[in-house]
């Protein structure tokens, strides 16, 4: 069966430390990985994606996540974080074929304290 | 702003009644997907329509139903309310049948079954 699986349901973290955000997948054929982020009372906002090529990839507010096939991982990393990025955080995964649906992890709170 | 809207943004009703859940995309998208957010299953993916055709259904229950109109907006109903039925809908937008890209959330729908 294919899934996603977040490792940790809460990271606390102080202000301009560095975070990594845990994300695994199990899969049999081929994905696309993506990172989104919800802060409170609002809808989800993609973060960055991987789809092919060069494993690390940018996204935005300075986040970055390296996709590692052999660990079927996808972590997502920050080198200093700012209160405004505590939220929440879901990894996800698109499985080849012909349905564009998303299969998300639990998510991640993300607590930056000051 | 995602440009998906979603009506209404918040709904309480009783035990056995029956709701309709309303998205219009973001102009020039053909996919409509619905998710179900709560505490306990997380992001869990119903259904997506492509151009007013059924994609991919998931964790959908019999008592939910769903469609795409000729316009693209869609529609989740939702019948023989319980209190579990009680979290939080999304709809999403994806240009294409096939998530290569990226979904746009809307701010979700707040069900509350009382």
């Known amino acids: 069966a294919q899934s996603v699986t977040q490792l940790d349901s809460q990271v606390p973290v102080f202000e301009e430390a560095p975070v990594e955000l845990r994300c695994n997948y199990s899969?049999?054929?081929?994905?696309?990985l993506f990172w989104y982020v919800q802060y409170p009372n609002q809808g989800l906002q993609l973060l960055l994606k991987?789809?092919?090529?060069?494993?690390l990839v940018k996204g935005i507010n300075g986040f970055e996540a390296e996709f590692n096939k052999s660990q079927t991982s996808f972590h997502l990393r920050k080198p200093s974080v700012h209160i405004s990025d505590t939220a929440e955080y879901f990894c996800?995964?698109?499985?080849?074929?012909?349905?564009?649906?998303?299969?998300f992890g639990q998510g991640t709170t993300l607590q930056v304290k000051p | 702003d995602s440009g998906v809207t979603q009506t209404p943004k918040h709904l309480i009703t009783a035990t056995g009644q029956r709701v309709t859940l309303r998205c219009s995309p973001r102009?020039?998208?053909?996919?409509v997907y619905w998710y179900q957010q709560s505490l306990d299953q997380g992001l869990q993916f119903l259904i997506q329509?492509?151009?007013?055709?059924?994609?991919a259904k998931g964790n959908i229950l019999e008592r939910f139903s769903a469609q795409q109109f000729p316009d693209l907006h869609s529609e989740l109903n939702l019948s023989s309310l319980e209190l579990g039925d009680s979290a939080l809908y999304f709809c999403?937008?994806?240009?294409?049948?096939?998530?290569?890209?990226?979904?746009?959330f809307g701010e979700g729908s707040r069900l509350t079954v009382l």
């Open positions: 102009s020039g998208d053909l996919s």
């Open positions: 999403a937008s994806s240009v294409g049948a096939r998530n290569t890209g990226e979904l746009f």
């Open positions: 329509y492509y151009n007013g055709e059924e994609r």
């Open positions: 991987y789809l092919s090529g060069s494993t």
């Open positions: 996800a995964v698109s499985f080849s074929g012909n349905t564009g649906k998303l299969i």
């Open positions: 899969s049999s054929v081929s994905v696309y």
